[in-house]
C-alpha cells in the first residue's frame, strides 16, 4: 500500500508518479490492477460523470458516495478525495468535519484549492489530525468565475514566483504534495526544482515530478472537449459506439440474444405445451 513517503521517495529517486482520476468501482478496479501510484475522486466527475457545465453543483455528500465506489474497487490504492466546492471555505471545522467525511469514505487524503491563510490553516488542522493534504495552484477550477475561463497560469516571472511562494506555504503548512495546473513546461520546472515536495502537473509539461489527468479524457470516452494537455490513450467513444450499434442491428434481426445466451427447457416440458 503506497503512503504519502512513497511519493517523497519517487520525488527524491527521480521516478515519476502517475496519478488519475476514478469515480466508479469498475475504474478504480483497473486502475489499481494497472498499478497507478494514486487515484484522484475528482470534483470534475461534476462534469465528466455527471453532465454539469463546471464543479461548482457538486456538493460533499455527493462526492461521498463516488468515494465509496472507488473505495471497494481499489481497496489497495492510494486514494484521494477532491473537496468540492465550498467545502472547505466557511470555517477550518467545516473544513475538517468535511476531510474527515472523506477519509471515514475510504479516501486516504484530500486535496484543496487554492493557498491563503485560511487554507494554511486547514492544512496545519488536517494533517495534525491525521488527514494528508495535495495543494493544487495554478489554474484552480473552483475559482474559474475570479479567474475569468481556462487561462494559462504563471507566464511571467513574476507570477511564477508567486505561485512558488504559495507552494512553499503548502509545503511548510504539511501539504505532501501540490497539483500543477496550466502551466508553462517552464514554469512548472522552476516550481518543482525549488519545492521538496512532489509537483504533480496536468497541463503543466513533463518536469513535474509526476502527472494527474481525467482518465476519461485520456482513454476518449469523454467527448464534449478536448484540452491540448490531453493525449488520448484508447478511443472508449468509438468502441462504446459501435458496440451499442452492432447490439441494435442484431436486436433487430433477431441474432441476439442467440442459444448461447439463453436458458433452454427441456423437450418432454416442451411436448407437453406443443412448443416447437
Ligand atoms: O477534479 C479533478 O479531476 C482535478 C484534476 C487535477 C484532474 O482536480
Redesign the pocket.
Known amino acids: 500500500m503506497k503512503t504519502v513517503s512513497t511519493f517523497q521517495t519517487l520525488k527524491e529517486n527521480n521516478e515519476k508518479i502517475a ?1 488519475l ?1 476514478a469515480y466508479d468501482y469498475s475504474t478504480a478496479k483497473s486502475l489499481e490492477q494497472a498499478e497507478i501510484d494514486a487515484i ?6 461534476a462534469m ?1 460523470a455527471l453532465g454539469y457545465e463546471n ?1 461548482y453543483n457538486i456538493t460533499i455528500d455527493e462526492m461521498l458516495i463516488f468515494i465509496k465506489a472507488v473505495s471497494r474497487g481499489a481497496k489497495n490504492s492510494f486514494i484521494i478525495g ?1 473537496m468540492p466546492f465550498m467545502s472547505y471555505n466557511l470555517s477550518i471545522e467545516q473544513g475538517l468535519d468535511n476531510a474527515s467525511k472523506m477519509i471515514k469514505a475510504g479516501a486516504n487524503a484530500v ?1 484543496l ?1 487554492g493557498c491563503n491563510e485560511h487554507i494554511l490553516n486547514l492544512v496545519r488542522r488536517c494533517v495534525e489530525s491525521g488527514i494528508p493534504v495535495l495543494g ?1 495552484l495554478g489554474f484552480t ?1 473552483q475559482l474559474m468565475n475570479t479567474i475569468g475561463g481556462h487561462k494559462i497560469q504563471g507566464k511571467t516571472a513574476d507570477k511564477i514566483e508567486t505561485i512558488l511562494k504559495s507552494a512553499k506555504k503548502l509545503e511548510e503548512a504539511g501539504c505532501f504534495g501540490v ?1 500543477l ?1 496550466l502551466l508553462p513546461a517552464d514554469s512548472a520546472k522552476y516550481i518543482t526544482e525549488n519545492l521538496k515536495i512532489p509537483t ?1 502537473g ?1 497541463g503543466a509539461g513533463v518536469n513535474c515530478s509526476g502527472q ?3 482518465t476519461d479524457d485520456i482513454l476518449g470516452k469523454f467527448t464534449d472537449f478536448k484540452p491540448k494537455f490531453v493525449k488520448h490513450f484508447a478511443n472508449i467513444h468509438n468502441e462504446t459506439f459501435n458496440g451499442i450499434k452492432n447490439y441494435i442491428e442484431e436486436v433487430k434481426n433477431r441474432k441476439f440474444p442467440s442459444e448461447n445466451e439463453s436458458f433452454l427447457l427441456d423437450n418432454s416440458e416442451k411436448e407437453k405445451l406443443a412448443i416447437k
Open positions: 496519478m482520476t484522484l475522486v475528482g470534483d470534475s466527475l465528466v464543479t477532491d486535496k484549492e493544487h477550477p497539483v495546473e504533480i496536468i494527474i489527468v481525467v
